[in-house]
């Protein structure tokens, strides 16, 4: 099992970046494929980026790819997501998630930050 505790959310102009990162807890962190979501108010939950366990193969949403990046460093359990030419769109409750190579589905997630994006 692992725990997860997002930070880094915010308040930020259109244009600008921020950064997004998830530590985890324990020392299993590598055995996990790991993944960022995004809710929006009234909206369902959508997928933004994933990355496998080694870090070597990511995808991303077509609407964040080219602006989005999504890291992990598995000596310190902490997964990112580095936004950058962020827009109003992309306002929404951010998620990291954590799943098995062997799951087909994220069994783990964190409580969530807020990243508002402004005018």
Known sequence: ?????????????AGGSLRL??????????????GWFRQAPGKEREFVAAISRGGSNTNYSGSVKGR?????????????LQMNSLKPEDTAVYYCAAR????????????????????
Do not use: H, P
Request: aromatic share 14%.
């Open 1 to 13: 099992q692992v725990q997860l505790v997002e930070s880094g959310g915010g308040l930020v102009q």
């Open 21 to 34: 990162s998830c530590a985890a807890s324990g020392r299993a962190f590598s055995d996990y494929y790991m």
């Open 100 to 119: 098995a190579a062997s799951a087909r589905l994220y069994d783990y997630w964190g409580q969530g930050t807020q990243v508002t994006v402004s005018s």
């Open 68 to 80: 989005f990046t999504i890291s992990r460093d598995n000596a310190k359990n902490t997964l990112y």
